[in-house]
């Protein structure tokens, strides 16, 4: 008997293991898998970096100009004005795929596949790097989807991807938190925060910076969450020069974000929990004596 569990390449929930033959196959992305060695599903890629990205950055204005009634109530419902929308270059992804546009590009890109769209029907987040798009997310509107983000098809590294979402060479002091949403909301109110789509997306060349880099992740009530939270804090600390980190307050809410709390309390309360940040070492003495984990 067969079963259905997470893709571990795209994230999508169309991976099927069936133990009996240890054989496994995703019918999203046609990854597979046998007695635990990966095949070799991976198609060469054709077109270079630098064509990929040029097409990213057009198919975003695509995407932007495909914006819904639907799309914007919904992002103005999580805070979002129209012109951080304009700003950020926001869209919609319609789930056909785009017409005129060399098939093995689509395929390359990681956004096609056999003319469907791999992240349609989600709002589009692309990460924008001295004005070229490197990489595009999709965001479902729909709480109830289990892949809530996805991201293009194949190895990041092939499509020249450039994370954290929300980067400038000149951002100086900044906040890091995970999450295209919440980077966003920061610096709509005049924070400088970068988004990690995970941990492990961070890049060094973002990380030779003496600024002061404030890590700010969810907070959860549920004691699980709390410390996987705790263990990403750890995780990215390593990876930087001068980290911090601020926690936001609960109050009565079981989970804190970084858009939802300057949404309830209002900027200048966000401010003062930023600027009374500890440094990493500090912050974690106090975590290990309170939480064990």
Known sequence: MSYKTTCPKCGGNDFYVTPANG????????????DGSKSQDERKIVNSIETI?????????????????QVRVYLNSRGYDDGMISKLKLGYIPSESVPYVNQELL??????????????DRISFPYIVDGKVTDIRGRS???NEPTRYKSPLGTASNRGAIYPYNFSDSIG????T??????????????????????????QMTANSTSKQTIVFDSARNRASREHTLRAIDNLAKKLYNPYVAMLPLGKEDKMDIDTFILLKGPDEFRTIINNALPYN??????????VY
């Open 23 to 34: 054989l496994s196959y995703c019918f999203h992305c046609t990854y597979s898998e046998k």
């Open 53 to 69: 990205q040029s097409f990213y950055t057009s198919i975003t204005e695509y995407y932007h100009s495909n914006i819904t009634p």
């Open 107 to 120: 395929r390359d890109s990681g956004l096609y596949v056999y003319e469907r769209a791999v992240l349609g």
């Open 141 to 143: 509107m729909d709480k």
């Open 173 to 176: 002091e900044h906040i890091i």
């Open 178 to 203: 995970e999450g295209e949403i919440k980077a966003g909301i920061a610096s709509q109110f005049g924070f400088k925060c970068v988004a990690l789509p995970g941990i492990a997306s961070w890049r």
């Open 282 to 291: 500090e912050w974690a003495k106090i975590q290990r004596r309170i939480n």
